[in-house]
């Protein structure tokens, strides 16, 4: 995978945490306390500017439950967005 595949992934993940977090009505701020994971964490996953370092599957699992939704479903938005870019 290159650096821009990798790139893409990432920016793709983020939507799909920004858009299940709209879904469910629930500020980033709101989201990160749930969850445990850090403000600056969530922020850069949701923006796509997270690098694989900054969170792994840790992070997905705990941001799916802070949601309230199984981490399969978060991934299953996450592999839609993967399909709309081409990847």
């Known amino acids: 995978m290159t650096a821009e595949d990798n790139q893409k992934h990432v ?3 983020g939507k799909a945490v920004a858009q ?4 469910r009505k629930i500020s980033r701020e709101q989201l990160a306390k749930k969850s445990g994971v850090k ?3 969530l922020t850069s996953i949701e923006d796509g500017t997270a690098d694989g370092m900054s969170f792994g599957l840790d992070e997905i699992c705990r941001l799916s439950k802070g949601m ?7 991934m299953m938005a996450y592999e ?3 399909d709309e870019a081409g990847l």
């Open 20 to 23: 299940m977090r709209e879904l």
């Open 68 to 74: 309230g939704i199984t981490a399969q479903r978060l």
């Open 80 to 82: 839609n967005f993967l």
């Open 11 to 13: 920016e793709c993940f």
């Open 39 to 41: 403000l600056p964490v």
